[in-house]
């Protein structure tokens, strides 16, 4: 059974492995007096700490939206991030189960 995740919670992942300290942060930053946004469905809260987290790290643009995250000549994330290889390998067994080629590593 496969299960979901969100795009941000991914992106969340690879964002926290670049910087291991700021999940503190915004957690605290999320939850600060009577802010209670850990409290909100999982996906607003991924939403909202991913954005947290772009405006804390990313200096060049601090409003990246998620569906530029990748994109520049210095994309935030990088799609090689291993929090990335399920989705990856999902892609490759459909393309295997249809026949489709796949570009070579």
Not at 19 to 42: E, K, R, T, Y
Not at 61 to 88: N, T
Request: aromatic share 8%; proline share 5%; net charge negative.
């Amino acid at each position: 059974m496969l299960h979901s995740v969100s795009a941000a919670a991914l992106c969340i992942t690879a964002l926290i492995d670049k910087s291991p300290n700021i999940n503190d942060c915004v957690n605290q930053f999320l939850s600060c007096g009577d802010i209670n946004a850990l409290d909100w469905s999982p996906e607003k809260v991924d939403k909202a700490r991913f954005h947290s987290i772009i405006a804390a790290s990313n200096e060049n643009d601090p409003s990246r939206a998620l569906s530029y995250a990748f994109k520049g000549e210095q994309p935030v994330i990088s799609v090689e991030h291993c929090c990335f290889d399920g989705i990856y390998n999902k892609i490759k067994e459909f393309c295997v189960s249809v026949g489709a080629l796949l570009p070579q590593q």
